[in-house]
Structure formats: structure tokens, C-alpha cells
């Protein structure tokens, strides 16, 4: 088992930042990629990016350019959100995945963004 542990979320003013941490405990040997979704109040939950093991990453369209997700190490990811707008305003999610086949997928509880002036 993995367990993932959001924080960093808040509110902040349209133009600002925010950056998100995400801590894996547990069999974090086992975890191959990890990554950040959101999910808005009466929509579905999107990716907004993801990163490899080997450092590869994917980002959703709409958070290209502002968003910028990174990784220490097996145990920790981190997404750092610059000109945040309005429509960014989500909770978001950490995800992780191990090597299973298919794989397994972990989610975190969750942590509130909000955009807002």
C-alpha cells in the first residue's frame, strides 16, 4: 500500500502562485509514476501533469506554460502553479501508479485551490 498526503492548497488572487506538495508513504519502491489531477465543482476530474520515473512529464493543455510539475526522488512530487486563474479553482489530487499490470492507482484526500479576488 501507498499512502499520499496533499498540501499547499488556499486561496489565492487571479495572477498568483501556488505550489503543491504531495508525500508518499509506505511501499513508495513500488511506485512508478506520479501525478496531479483536479476536479471542479460539477465536472469530471481531469490530469493537469504527470511525471515518469524517468522524469518524463505531461501536462494537460489548458496549464502549459504556467504549470510545472517535478519529483524527488520516489517519495515526492511537487506542482508549482504560476499565473493561476479563475478557472484553476479545483481540488486537487495527487495520483500515483506502481508497475502493476494494470497498474494500481493511489490517490490522496485532496487539497482546495481557489482563485479568486
Known amino acids: 500500500q501507498v499512502q499520499l498526503v496533499e498540501s499547499g492548497g488556499g486561496l489565492v488572487q487571479p495572477g498568483g502562485s501556488l505550489r503543491l506538495s504531495c508525500a508518499a508513504s509506505?511501499?513508495?519502491?513500488?511506485?512508478?509514476?506520479m501525478g496531479w489531477y483536479r476536479q471542479a465543482p460539477g465536472k469530471e476530474r481531469e490530469l493537469v501533469a504527470e511525471i515518469t520515473s524517468g522524469g518524463s512529464t505531461n501536462y494537460a493543455d489548458s496549464v502549459k506554460g504556467r504549470f510545472t510539475i517535478s519529483r524527488e526522488n520516489a517519495q515526492s512530487t511537487y506542482l508549482q502553479m504560476n499565473s493561476l486563474k479563475p478557472e484553476d479553482t479545483a481540488v486537487y489530487y495527487c495520483?500515483?501508479?506502481?508497475?502493476?499490470?494494470?497498474?494500481?492507482?493511489?490517490w490522496g484526500q485532496g487539497t482546495q485551490v481557489t482563485v479568486s479576488s
Open positions: 509506505g511501499r513508495v519502491f513500488s511506485i512508478n509514476a
Open positions: 495520483n500515483a501508479r506502481d508497475w502493476g499490470l494494470p497498474p494500481y492507482v493511489y
